[in-house]
């Protein structure tokens, strides 16, 4: 690429809210990372390991997890209807599937995946989607209340938009948090309003917490919009329990804030002592009115057992917003005509998958299960192997794909990170990565309490990898340790 | 902010560029026609017409234009890759449909159609578009310089984001424009600088008009970032000619604007005399490179011959930027993660679709060629049939899928239209809507000159429904006439 002499774009005229705005999911490390791997594939054995090993992202069809069959036998045939009219067809779908991509077709403009559908998304669609979300919580579901996007990050795009007027608006969100907010807020020129989640115990979410944050932002003539809640958590792991959930929808009721419930993992829980609920299901058994509180829950295709990040899909359920407002968030979708038909197919599908008695049910259930074994057995193993180096300290992933273990770096290597004009998580995580090939995300893209050091892995690598992923990582942690042990 | 915490969000405490915003495409007129649906399905005999044809929006495939079946093979295949390896699929699948489904499965790291790719798109399909590129204007592309996007509107919105600060960031945009434009520079607070196609030369693009409201903008204080052209036009459907291109290229180039040139009708041409030129052959073939003109090429996969607008892809292909705000760009990306891999898959079937010699070759031209010599009969027989209309007269539609017909309306028709509290087109729109079923969309949705009226409609329905459609118009604008002429 060449350079240019006089741009009629310089950098210094661009948008500042797109300079201000920060994603270390895919950032410095990871970056590097990228450039390691193309070393490594021109000069193999030029490192000291054999393979870059992604760590960075919820990303797991990419680290080899395979789709649910029931869901892509049903894509297939959406796609491709003229397998409809062959014989072999039934050689190589379920009866299940085809009947259920017929009926999905049925639902479609024009009965093609190729149309725009309502910008909302398809009305059937929605209605299986709207009765998955009433079996779950045992509340009904209104298929108008749900907005189909290209994966949960567009949904949150437009709820920013529509609620940030200038930079005196704040966000309430959770230090610390899925950098998606913290970009999202900066890009609508809104204000990150912090609230510390307490590591000491497990990443508790204290309400007096959010309350003295809520205070504290008012008195800098913060007008407070919304508060931002992922549960399960996103680095952290935990799940919520039902009280502490009751505590956060009645203070938001009380303080008028939208309730921003992000709820990507709840598919993903590994301990028995926790369950998934849904806000809009805490909301309701606490015999809200619709219109006591706003509340918006986020639900992706990416997570869970099916993990389709690169299918796009997602929605959010809006609560207790008037109609007018609606009007407007439909409108802002209409200007994008729709999200991406496999996407919604998906998340139809997600919210509606193979019931007992089905032909398909056995095997999506096997599937299922192994993938939500495997996983919560990698995050043990992960978190054992981190309580295990010294000055580590990991707390336990009772949900999601994350871990976010804290290391306690000595003063030794936090000066020698200040020396190169780093922060030290990042100078231990790019460490890592020259060392082992693992791509971790250092703590500071997410947020920590100052002077705390964490970074952040997923559970997602393969199972048979995670001995040696365990050891190369103890291995790195001993000599980083030794060479700058106070 | 007032203590009423039951209602948080009402519309006078959004975002007023949420407000501001507006997409006539899918505005009142369509609202109104789905109402109207609505009531023909209960109760089908209740109005003058039996369906409700939707001319509104280019949505080909929702009345009725099958896909590509080469492109839905691979895409099908690309879904559930487990058929790849069954001996039944190479009876139910074309051989290259097979072999480009393995050479794009091959592309994609670890096989792994459902993770979260490249930011940019995966590696290999930008490979396969930057050669079509390359092919399509004799002049080389890059595919670090592509951004595959879910369509070619969020590619858009990241321009508009980028280069607007303020609403002292103007953008200059044609009149008539698709609304998208007018919408996105709404929402990121910029200012929409128009510039007046002109009817009497078939809405051709004069750059002293360019020159004019880029003079007076500035003189207003406006810093002009951009000039947006959309060639094919739409809603206007004008080619332009070589000549002309190169004019506005000299501008764009002397006057340090961006050129935003939406090119997604460039399979769209009707007549013989006009061809598409990207505006970065015409750079080029100028000696015009990176450093002379900052350009991006927007591209869809939801027009041409392929109408995959459900599917959600496109691109924009971009140049003259320097290596810093590239940076941005691709930041602003990876916050998203990545555009739908179906959507990806087709953006590169669309630029490298099968080749004389391929199994797929002919069906595939046969299935093209029949696509786009049936779009130019209707787009003829009904700029025909709106020419013979009194007081209509319509421009040929050289390119795109629309006509844009300037209705002349009586004085008794814009009197009644205000007592109804309507622009006069929308006025007419809607009793065109109330008495054929058919939904156009009022030209005040893209822009006109004051004091004149237009509306858009689709060139899209069957050809079996065309002859049908052209009588309910011209019976309904009789007796329109009939009760409001002078």
Same mark, same amino acid.
């Given at each position: 690429?060449?350079?240019?002499?006089?741009?009629?774009?310089?950098?210094?005229?661009?948008?500042p809210?797109?300079?201000?705005?920060?994603?270390?999911v895919?950032?410095?490390?990871?970056?590097?990372?990228?450039?390691?791997?193309?070393?490594?594939?021109?000069?193999?054995?030029?490192?000291?390991?054999?393979?870059?090993?992604?760590?960075?992202?919820?990303?797991?069809?990419?680290?080899?997890?395979?789709?649910?069959?029931?869901?892509?036998?049903?894509?297939?045939?959406?796609?491709?209807?003229?397998?409809?009219?062959?014989?072999?067809?039934?050689?190589?779908?379920?009866?299940?599937?085809?009947?259920?991509?017929?009926?999905?077709?049925?639902?479609?403009?024009?009965?093609?995946?190729?149309a725009?559908?309502?910008?909302?998304?398809?009305?059937?669609?929605?209605?299986?989607?709207?009765?998955?979300?009433?079996?779950?919580?045992?509340?009904?579901?209104?298929?108008?209340?749900?907005?189909?996007?290209?994966?949960?990050?567009?949904?949150?795009?437009?709820?920013?938009?529509?609620?940030?007027?200038?930079?005196?608006?704040?966000?309430?969100?959770?230090? !610390?948090?899925? !950098?998606?907010?913290?970009?999202?807020i900066?890009?609508?020129?809104?204000?990150?309003?912090?609230?510390?989640?307490n590591?000491?115990?497990?990443?508790g979410?204290e309400?007096f917490?959010?309350?003295r944050?809520?205070?504290?932002?008012?008195?800098?003539?913060?007008?407070?919009?919304a508060?931002?809640?992922?549960?399960?958590?996103n !680095?952290?792991?935990?799940?919520?329990?039902?009280?502490?959930?009751q505590?956060?929808?009645?203070?938001?009721?009380?303080?008028?804030?939208?309730?921003?419930?992000?709820?990507?993992?709840?598919?993903?829980?590994?301990?028995?002592?926790?369950k998934?609920?849904?806000?809009?299901?805490?909301?309701?058994?606490?015999?809200?009115e619709?219109?006591?509180?706003?509340?918006?829950?986020?639900?992706?295709?990416s +997570?869970?057992?099916?993990?389709?990040?690169?299918?796009?899909?997602?929605?959010?359920?809006?609560?207790g917003?008037?109609?007018?407002?609606?009007?407007?968030?439909? +409108?802002?979708?209409?200007?994008?005509?729709?999200?991406?038909?496999?996407?919604?197919?998906?998340?139809?599908?997600?919210?509606?998958p193979?019931?007992?008695?089905?032909?398909?049910?056995?095997?999506?259930?096997?599937?299922?299960?192994?993938?939500?074994?495997?996983?919560a057995?990698?995050?043990?193993?992960?978190?054992?192997?981190?309580?295990?180096?010294?000055?580590v300290?990991?707390?336990?992933?009772?949900?999601?794909?994350?871990?976010?273990?804290?290391?306690?770096? !000595?003063?030794?290597?936090?000066?020698?990170?200040?020396?190169?004009?780093?922060?030290p998580?990042?100078?231990?995580?790019?460490?890592?990565l020259?060392?082992?090939?693992?791509?971790?995300?250092?703590?500071?893209?997410?947020?920590?309490?100052p002077?705390?050091?964490?970074?952040?892995?997923?559970?997602?690598?393969?199972?048979?990898?995670?001995?040696?992923?365990?050891?190369?990582?103890?291995?790195?942690?001993e000599?980083?340790?030794?060479e700058?042990?106070? | 902010?007032?203590?009423?915490?039951?209602?948080?969000?009402?519309v006078?405490?959004?975002?007023?560029?949420v407000?501001?915003?507006?997409?006539?495409?899918?505005?009142?007129?369509?609202?109104?026609?789905?109402?109207?649906?609505?009531e023909?399905?209960?109760?089908?005999?209740?109005?003058?017409? $039996?369906?409700?044809?939707?001319?509104?929006?280019?949505?080909?495939?929702?009345?009725?234009?099958?896909?590509?079946?080469?492109?839905?093979?691979?895409?099908a295949l690309?879904?559930?890759?487990?058929?790849?390896?069954?001996?039944?699929?190479?009876?139910?699948?074309?051989?290259?449909?097979?072999?480009?489904?393995?050479?794009?499965?091959?592309s994609?790291?670890?096989?792994a159609?459902?993770?979260?790719?490249?930011?940019?798109?995966?590696?290999?399909?930008r490979?396969?578009?930057?050669?079509?590129?390359?092919?399509?204007?004799?002049?080389?592309?890059?595919?670090?310089?592509?951004?595959?996007?879910?369509?070619?509107?969020?590619?858009?919105?990241?321009?508009?984001?980028?280069?607007?600060?303020s609403?002292?960031?103007?953008?200059?945009?044609?009149?008539?424009?698709?609304?998208?434009?007018?919408? @996105?520079?709404?929402?990121?607070?910029?200012t929409?600088?128009?510039?007046?196609?002109?009817?009497?030369t078939?809405?051709?693009?004069?750059? @002293?008009e360019?020159?004019?409201?880029?003079?007076?903008?500035?003189?207003?204080?406006?810093?002009?970032?951009?000039?947006v052209?959309?060639?094919?036009?739409?809603?206007t459907?004008?080619?332009?000619?070589?000549?002309?291109?190169?004019?506005?290229?000299?501008?764009? $180039?002397?006057?340090?604007?961006?050129?935003?040139a939406?090119?997604?009708?460039?399979?769209?041409?009707?007549?013989d005399?006009?061809?598409?030129?990207?505006?970065?052959?015409?750079?080029?073939?100028?000696?015009?490179?990176?450093?002379?003109?900052?350009?991006?090429?927007?591209?869809?996969?939801s027009?041409?011959?392929?109408?995959?607008?459900?599917?959600?892809?496109?691109?924009?292909?971009?140049?003259?930027?320097?290596?810093?705000?590239?940076?941005?760009?691709?930041?602003?990306?990876?916050?998203?993660l990545?555009s739908?891999?179906?959507?990806?898959?087709?953006?590169?079937?669309?630029?490298?679709p099968?080749?004389?010699?391929?199994?797929?070759?002919?069906?595939?031209?046969?299935?093209?060629?029949?696509?786009?010599?049936?779009?130019?009969?209707?787009?003829?027989?009904?700029?025909?049939?709106?020419?013979?209309?009194?007081?209509?007269?319509?421009?040929?539609?050289?390119?795109?899928?629309?006509?844009?017909?300037?209705i002349?309306?009586?004085?008794?028709?814009?009197?009644?239209?205000?007592?109804?509290?309507?622009?006069?087109?929308?006025?007419?729109?809607?009793?065109?809507?109330?008495?054929?079923?058919?939904?156009?969309?009022?030209?005040?949705?893209?822009?006109?000159?004051?004091?004149?009226?237009?509306?858009?409609?689709?060139?899209?329905?069957?050809?079996?429904?065309?002859?049908?459609?052209?009588?309910?118009?011209?019976?309904?604008?009789?007796?329109?006439?009939?009760?409001?002429?002078?």
């Open positions: 690429m060449s350079f240019i002499r006089s741009p009629a774009v310089p950098i210094e005229s661009i948008n809210k797109v300079r201000n705005c920060e994603y270390a895919r950032g410095e490390v990871f970056n590097y990372a990228l450039r390691l791997q193309e070393e490594l594939e021109k000069n193999p054995g030029s490192r000291p390991f054999d393979e870059i090993i992604y760590c960075n992202l919820g990303n797991p069809q990419a680290l080899n997890q395979q789709p649910i069959t029931f869901f892509r036998q049903v894509l297939a045939l959406c796609e491709y209807p003229a397998l409809f009219d062959s014989d072999e067809t039934q050689k190589l779908f379920s009866s299940d599937a085809i009947s259920r991509a017929r009926q999905i077709r049925a639902m479609l403009s024009g009965n093609s995946t190729g725009y559908s309502h910008s909302k998304g398809a009305k059937g669609l929605r209605e299986m989607i709207a009765a998955g979300i009433a079996l779950r919580d045992g509340y009904p579901a209104n298929a108008e209340d749900i907005f189909l996007t290209d994966g949960v990050s567009s949904a949150v795009h437009m709820i920013m938009q529509l609620l940030i007027r200038s930079e005196r608006d704040g966000i309430l969100c959770p230090i !610390p948090q899925y !950098p998606l907010y913290s970009a999202s900066a890009l609508h020129g809104g204000k990150l309003v912090p609230y510390e989640l590591e000491a115990s497990g990443w979410l309400v917490e959010l309350k944050r809520v205070d504290m932002a008012r008195e800098d003539g913060i007008y407070v919009r508060l931002v809640v992922i549960n399960p958590g !680095p952290t792991g935990q799940v919520l329990s039902e009280s502490n959930q505590e956060i929808a009645e203070l938001c009721r009380k303080e008028g804030l939208v309730l921003l419930a992000d709820e990507v993992y709840q598919e993903n829980v590994y301990v028995k002592n926790k998934f609920i849904s806000f809009k299901r805490i909301a309701r058994s606490l015999d809200y619709e219109n006591e509180l706003s509340l918006v829950s986020f639900q992706s295709i +997570k869970g057992y099916y993990g389709e990040c690169g299918k796009r899909g997602g929605y959010m359920e809006l609560c917003f008037s109609e007018d407002v609606k009007d407007q968030i439909y +409108k802002v979708a209409s200007v994008d005509l729709c999200s991406n038909t496999s996407g919604q197919i998906l998340a139809s599908l997600v919210m509606n193979p019931k007992p008695g089905e032909e398909s049910h056995e095997l999506f259930l096997a599937e299922k299960e192994a993938i939500l074994s495997s996983l057995r990698r995050a043990k193993a992960l978190e054992d192997a981190f309580n295990s180096m010294e000055g300290l990991c707390q336990k992933a009772e949900g999601a794909m994350y871990l976010f273990p804290r290391i306690k770096l !000595p003063e030794k290597a936090i000066e020698a990170a200040k020396k190169v004009n780093m922060a998580d990042t100078f231990y995580a790019l460490k890592l020259d060392d082992t090939g693992l791509v971790f995300v250092p703590g500071s893209g997410f947020g920590q309490a002077d705390t050091w964490h970074v952040r892995t997923t559970i997602l690598p393969e199972e048979h990898k995670i001995p040696a992923i365990v050891s190369r990582l103890k291995a790195f942690h000599s980083f340790m030794r700058f042990r106070d | 902010m007032g203590s009423d915490f039951t209602a948080s969000v009402t006078d405490s959004i975002n007023p560029k407000l501001k915003c507006e997409y006539a495409v899918r505005g009142e007129i369509v609202t109104h026609a789905q109402r109207l649906q609505q023909l399905q209960t109760n089908p005999s209740s109005l003058p017409f $039996k369906e409700i044809i939707y001319c509104n929006i280019g949505n080909p495939q929702s009345l009725g234009q099958h896909p590509i079946t080469f492109f839905r093979e691979v895409l690309c879904d559930h890759p487990a058929l790849l390896e069954k001996p039944e699929t190479s009876a139910l699948f074309s051989s290259d449909s097979i072999s480009r489904a393995q050479q794009i499965l091959s994609i790291p670890g096989k159609t459902g993770a979260y790719s490249h930011s940019q798109g995966i590696k290999g399909l490979d396969a578009i930057a050669a079509g590129i390359a092919a399509r204007d004799g002049f080389p592309a890059n595919a670090d310089d592509i951004f595959l996007t879910d369509g070619a509107s969020p590619g858009v919105h990241n321009m508009m984001q980028l280069l607007l600060r609403e002292s960031d103007g953008i200059l945009c044609p009149i008539p424009q698709y609304p998208l434009y007018s919408a @996105s520079i709404a929402l990121h607070g910029g929409l600088v128009p510039y007046y196609l002109d009817e009497a078939g809405w051709g693009l004069e750059t @002293s360019l020159k004019k409201q880029l003079d007076d903008a500035r003189s207003k204080g406006i810093a002009v970032r951009a000039l052209v959309i060639n094919p036009g739409n809603p459907g004008q080619v332009l000619a070589e000549g002309n291109q190169q004019q506005i290229v000299e501008f764009c $180039k002397n006057e340090g604007l961006v050129l935003l939406d090119e997604v009708y460039q399979e769209n041409i009707y007549v005399d006009k061809k598409f030129n990207s505006f970065k052959k015409v750079a080029r073939s100028m000696g015009y490179g990176e450093e002379d003109l900052t350009l991006v090429s927007y591209q869809s996969i027009k041409g011959y392929y109408g995959e607008c459900g599917k959600r892809g496109g691109y924009m292909e971009v140049t003259g930027f320097s290596s810093g705000v590239r940076e941005q760009i691709y930041k602003v990306a990876s916050v998203n990545c739908n891999i179906s959507g990806q898959i087709l953006a590169s079937l669309v630029m490298n099968p080749k004389p010699g391929d199994a797929s070759y002919e069906s595939y031209a046969t299935e093209r060629d029949g696509i786009l010599k049936s779009l130019a009969s209707r787009a003829k027989a009904l700029e025909a049939a709106l020419n013979s209309l009194e007081g209509v007269t319509c421009n040929k539609a050289e390119g795109a899928m629309y006509l844009f017909p300037r002349r309306l009586p004085e008794k028709a814009i009197e009644a239209a205000k007592a109804a509290k309507k622009a006069p087109d929308t006025f007419y729109a809607l009793r065109l809507l109330e008495s054929t079923g058919v939904v156009v969309v009022p030209g005040s949705g893209f822009g006109q000159v004051p004091g004149t009226y237009h509306f858009r409609c689709t060139i899209l329905p069957q050809e079996d429904k065309i002859p049908a459609i052209i009588s309910s118009l011209k019976t309904f604008h009789e007796s329109f006439m009939n009760q409001y002429r002078d």
